[in-house]
């Protein structure tokens, strides 16, 4: 008898937890979000989660607090997201670098893959091949070439170890037979900062972030890292078409949350994200930006699941193989 009444009792605490777990998605959300970026503010990464964040806000009935968390490729920021508590109220923008490339190097106390809840496959982008403006070469040919006659390692900045803009400067480096020296920044804006003031030579940024200082003058794009050419500058050639070929690397975004959320709040999470990509006015600033949005049919959980693990099946081999580490 008195195991038939604790084997009840266990029961009801059971259903009483599941309950409440229910309640607390119905009244998901309840207080402000916090979306955590793994960048600093200004880049590409930080101005598409204040677009999202404000167009969310919309359908959840909730402001969504962006906290940018720089360091470690944006590694920092998405281990914030994975030991936040499991209720919905912490949830994580990354990209490329910091859920492909960055986990690939750093010792994290967690798996990228196993423990995030995947939420929405975002917009994805080009990176171009960029120098300052007092760089001879105008066009792909003159850079190859000024880059071949130079006797020493010509700077060339990227946003971290790792990241695609070094993936995509070993490429051309061993295509061309030259030599890089990479200076790593913990995000686009502080790159291009030092790209304008000529403390560095080249870079390799994300495009639609570093478009406006392209149209600007204040430093030279000279080819897209991408397999066609960017609609936002259709005269800017692509590595391929310079003659670089296999040279092709898209930089893309999503959005994760906590793992072991209830699956009403993913739900409720993909279909705010969803609502924002698909509304006009938000879409149009983000297409502004130079980014293109997925498809619908890819804006869901499985879709950034499925995309994300094809990412790190095809570039975790090419980094092994290149030996990049993130002492480099």
């Given at each position: 008898?008195?195991?038939?009444?604790?084997?009840?009792?266990?029961?009801?605490?059971?259903?009483?937890?599941?309950?409440?777990?229910?309640?607390?998605?119905?009244d998901?959300?309840?207080?402000?979000?916090?979306?955590?970026?793994?960048?600093?503010?200004?880049?590409?990464?930080?101005?598409?989660?204040?677009?999202?964040a404000?167009?969310?806000?919309?359908?959840?009935?909730?402001?969504?607090?962006?906290?940018d968390?720089?360091?470690?490729?944006?590694?920092?920021a998405?281990?914030?997201?994975?030991?936040?508590?499991?209720?919905?109220?912490?949830?994580?923008?990354?990209?490329?670098?910091?859920?492909?490339?960055?986990?690939?190097?750093?010792?994290?106390?967690?798996?990228?893959?196993?423990?995030?809840?995947?939420?929405?496959?975002?917009?994805?982008?080009?990176?171009?091949?960029?120098?300052?403006?007092?760089?001879?070469?105008?066009?792909?040919?003159?850079?190859?070439?000024?880059?071949?006659?130079?006797?020493?390692?010509?700077?060339?900045?990227?946003?971290?170890?790792?990241?695609?803009?070094?993936?995509?400067?070993?490429?051309?480096?061993?295509?061309?037979?030259?030599?890089?020296?990479?200076?790593?920044?913990?995000?686009?804006?502080?790159?291009?900062?030092?790209?304008?003031?000529?403390?560095?030579?080249m870079?390799?940024?994300?495009?639609?972030?570093?478009?406006?200082?392209?149209?600007?003058?204040?430093?030279?794009?000279?080819?897209?890292?991408?397999?066609?050419?960017?609609?936002?500058?259709?005269?800017?050639?692509?590595?391929?078409?310079?003659?670089?070929?296999?040279?092709?690397?898209?930089?893309?975004?999503?959005?994760?949350?906590?793992?072991?959320?209830?699956?009403?709040?993913?739900?409720?999470?993909?279909?705010?994200?969803?609502?924002?990509?698909a509304?006009?006015?938000?879409?149009?600033?983000?297409?502004?930006?130079?980014?293109?949005?997925?498809?619908?049919?890819?804006?869901?959980?499985?879709?950034?699941?499925?995309?994300?693990?094809?990412?790190i099946?095809?570039?975790?081999?090419?980094?092994?193989?290149?030996?990049?580490?993130?002492?480099?």
């Amino acid at each position: 008898m008195k195991r038939i009444g604790l084997v009840g009792a266990l029961c009801a605490l059971v259903s009483l937890t599941a309950s409440a777990v229910v309640a607390r998605a119905e009244d998901y959300p309840s207080r402000p979000i916090t979306m955590m970026v793994g960048f600093p503010p200004g880049g590409p990464t930080d101005t598409l989660a204040r677009i999202l964040a404000d167009a969310m806000k919309k359908t959840l009935g909730q402001t969504v607090v962006i906290e940018d968390v720089t360091g470690a490729g944006g590694t920092i920021a998405t281990g914030r997201v994975v030991h936040a508590s499991a209720d919905g109220y912490t949830i994580g923008i990354g990209n490329w670098t910091s859920h492909v490339g960055s986990p690939a190097m750093y010792p994290l106390d967690y798996d990228v893959l196993k423990d995030l809840q995947p939420i929405s496959l975002l917009t994805s982008s080009p990176l171009w091949v960029l120098s300052k403006n007092e760089l001879p070469p105008k066009t792909p040919a003159e850079l190859f070439a000024w880059l071949k006659a130079q006797s020493r390692p010509v700077t060339f900045g990227t946003v971290g170890t790792g990241s695609p803009a070094q993936l995509v400067g070993i490429q051309l480096a061993k295509a061309l037979g030259v030599h890089f020296q990479f200076v790593p920044y913990r995000g686009a804006a502080p790159a291009m900062q030092d790209l304008t003031a000529g403390q560095i030579e080249m870079a390799c940024l994300e495009a639609s972030g570093t478009y406006p200082g392209v149209a600007a003058g204040r430093f030279k794009a000279f080819a897209v890292t991408t397999d066609k050419r960017w609609p936002k500058s259709p005269d800017t050639p692509t590595l391929i078409e310079a003659g670089v070929p296999g040279v092709s690397l898209a930089f893309w975004h999503g959005l994760w949350a906590t793992k072991g959320i209830p699956q009403p709040i993913v739900d409720k999470l993909d279909a705010a994200v969803q609502a924002a990509l698909a509304d006009p006015a938000t879409k149009k600033r983000i297409e502004g930006l130079g980014q293109v949005i997925f498809p619908a049919g890819q804006q869901n959980p499985d879709g950034l699941h499925a995309y994300q693990t094809a990412q790190i099946e095809k570039w975790w081999p090419v980094m092994k193989a290149a030996g990049i580490k993130a002492s480099n």
